[in-house]
């Protein structure tokens, strides 16, 4: 019998396909996913396998949790709305960029160049997803515009030294 340990890679597949075949809303959810796509497991433990994952995705989100440096940004999952509510309302804010991360993304920038976002997060600020280098892409840019009125406040965007080597 399997236990959480024990999943690979192609049970997590299987896992993820099933929740795409029984989404939200699905009758007997949990059940179904069991006797037809995980026959080693009961119902319960779906279920608990499901909430776990949604747990760590909101860990993650909310920054308290790394993602491991051999992480897939090619996941079969795009789409897929692990959200309890679908309309819900709540929106939730990022952690802010530490200048560590900034010096690093403008290393990745110097490197990759504007718009290779996806290498930029996997290669250099391993930290960050590729739609959160993007959007700082965008804060930090912005800010750099020519002839832009004198700002109040100094901000992070304002760093545009690349790191000295160690």
Known sequence: MFTADSWGRNEDKMFERSLLRFPDGTEDRWRR???EELPWMSPEEVEARYLDLVHDVAEIDAG????????DHHSETQGVSFRRGANSDERRKGTPWTEHEHRMFLV???????GDWRN??????????PT????HAQKYFLRHVPDKKKRKRSSIHD???LPSPL
Do not use: D, E, F, H
């Open 33 to 35: 996913i069991a006797q």
């Open 64 to 71: 308290r949790v790394n993602l491991p440096c051999n992480w």
């Open 108 to 114: 990745g920038l110097k490197q990759y160049g504007k």
């Open 120 to 129: 930029i997060s996997r290669n250099v600020v391993m930290t960050r997803t």
């Open 132 to 135: 959160q280098v993007a959007s």
């Open 159 to 161: 760093i545009t030294t």
